[in-house]
């Protein structure tokens, strides 16, 4: 399948949604690649005070996105939460701005991660509901590479507000508003959403009965999905160590933009390779691209160091978070993807909030090439966890086939 006849099929309510995500993202990572230099700089925050407010974000953002995603399969309706979510990221922005201390920081943290959480699962199970099955994982891959873009130009305005401002945090915080605003307006006007979950309503999602449908090969994913984020702390940590090799403060969101370009570019490839290339494999090189990424980062903070570091993230994140989408889609019923979607992101909440707090003591206590080191190992165990798995399946056929 060509590249071009790939996009013709992707329909137009994906590609919304993809700008959708652009323009939430824009607004988000003006604020996200600033606020661990805010919190030390300007609020006096500690680097364990970062990782906990980093954890505990993003793990509630992940928690509530299985409250969502239940809900969007019982009423059959995914666009309203979606639009619920993205409203309420966009309506917290201001908090930082006005923020006078860490626990204001921390509240809009949470709030604004919650409308995430909020918006998640039905939106990955409105891309799933809308793509065809041939092409999803591209219609994912076209999704996450749209979001990457706004997470990068997110960072690239905030450096040139940043030094047009003369570092003035707060007024880069108030700007952010407006993209937001926009991704709210677009999702109201451009997604449509299929007549079936607009008509249909199913029985309570977690029932037993339910949950029964969700198979062995789905919670393997889930596992694997909780063993990837441990592997990843916050990309907070990668702003952290990049001020540490000397970068100006206005320049270090520079960093974020480097990771979300190669995150970008790679997103959309890797997604059409994933609709014709073994899963396992895949995420085998994810990890090896994840190990690369923390080794450099250990060993140096030059900025050549930090520059090929940040492009090894990026390059991970672009060849496993699409493919990890793809795979919960793939083995969940249709009118229980929503659910599906939402416990995946709920073991990896979890996983997030004990690795990004578990970072911040590391750095704080042993520094940052010891916090890199580790994220290496974990990473390196959960390749071991890959092999064995595949090991283990070609074993059962093979014995199904003797």
């Not at 006007?189 to 008509?199: A, I, M, Y």
């Not at 309503?201 to 789905?218: E, F, G, M």
């Not at 919960?328 to 004990?354: E, Q």
Request: aromatic content about 10%; some cysteine; charged content about 15%.
């Amino acid at each position: 399948m060509s590249m071009n006849n790939s996009f013709n099929r992707i329909p137009v309510s994906i590609w919304a949604l993809g700008l959708v995500s652009m323009f939430m993202d824009i607004s988000s990572e003006m604020i996200h690649s600033l606020l661990p230099l805010f919190l030390v700089g300007t609020l006096g925050a500690s680097t364990f005070s970062v990782g906990l407010i980093e954890g505990l974000a993003e793990s509630t953002a992940l928690i509530v996105k299985v409250f969502s995603g239940v809900l969007s399969d019982y009423l059959g309706k995914r666009k309203a939460l979606a639009v619920l979510g993205y409203a309420l990221g966009a309506l917290t922005k201001p908090l930082f701005a006005i923020a006078p201390t860490t626990g204001v920081v921390l509240t809009a943290r949470i709030l604004d991660r919650a409308g995430k959480g909020v918006r998640g699962a039905p939106r990955d199970a409105l891309v799933a509901d809308i793509s065809p099955a041939g092409i999803r994982g591209a219609a994912f891959g076209l999704r996450q590479s749209l979001d990457t873009v706004g997470a990068l130009l997110g960072p690239l305005l905030a450096v040139s507000l940043m030094l047009l401002w003369a570092n003035d945090f707060r007024a880069v915080f108030w700007v952010a508003l407006v993209p937001g605003v926009v991704a709210v307006a677009l999702l109201v006007f451009g997604v449509h959403e299929p007549e079936r979950h607009v008509e249909e309503k199913h029985a309570n999602p977690i029932r037993r009965d339910n949950l029964r449908r969700l198979n062995s090969t789905y919670w393997w994913i889930v596992g694997i999905g909780a063993l990837f984020t441990l592997a990843r702390f916050s990309e907070a940590f990668l702003v952290l160590r990049a001020r540490q090799g000397g970068i100006p403060v206005a320049y270090v969101p520079l960093v974020m933009a480097g990771m979300n370009l190669v995150y970008s570019i790679s997103a959309y490839p890797f997604g059409r390779l994933s609709d014709r290339m073994k899963h396992g494999t895949l995420l085998s090189l994810g990890l090896i691209a994840l190990v690369a990424a923390d080794l450099v980062l250990a060993t140096s903070d030059h900025w050549l160091s930090i520059a090929i570091g940040v492009a090894f993230w990026g390059l991970h994140m672009g060849m496993t978070q699409g493919l990890l989408a793809t795979m919960v889609a793939d083995t969940s019923p249709p009118d229980l993807r929503g659910t599906a979607f939402g416990f995946f992101n709920l073991v990896s909440g979890i996983a997030m909030l004990i690795t990004s707090a578990a970072a911040g003591l590391l750095w704080n206590r042993f520094g940052a090439a010891f916090t890199f080191y580790t994220g290496a190992a974990f990473a390196a165990l959960a390749m071991v966890g890959l092999a064995l798995n595949s090991w283990r399946q070609k074993r059962i056929r093979g014995e199904f086939c003797s």
